[in-house]
């Protein structure tokens, strides 16, 4: 898959109401950057928040992204 639609992929998920980790952007379009995708929909204008969250298995944290509002 590539960039431009992974960024759709990604993009139509967030639009959803739904949000995306790491893991989560892997399973949905075979996304292994998707902080870069993340990146790439600020430039264009979207809201995008980041919660960081405790892992389960092992020590740390991750992000999951949530879409604020639409860009204009």
Do not use: W
Request: proline share 1%.
């Amino acid at each position: 898959m590539n960039k431009t639609t992974q960024d759709q992929t990604i993009l139509d998920h967030l639009q959803q109401g739904k949000t995306i980790s790491q893991a989560e952007a892997i399973e949905l379009c075979d996304c292994y950057r998707l902080s870069a995708v993340i990146d790439r929909l600020r430039k264009q204008g979207f809201e995008i928040v980041t919660h960081n969250e405790p892992n389960l298995n092992n020590k740390g944290t991750h992000a999951r992204y949530e879409l604020k509002e639409v860009a204009a």
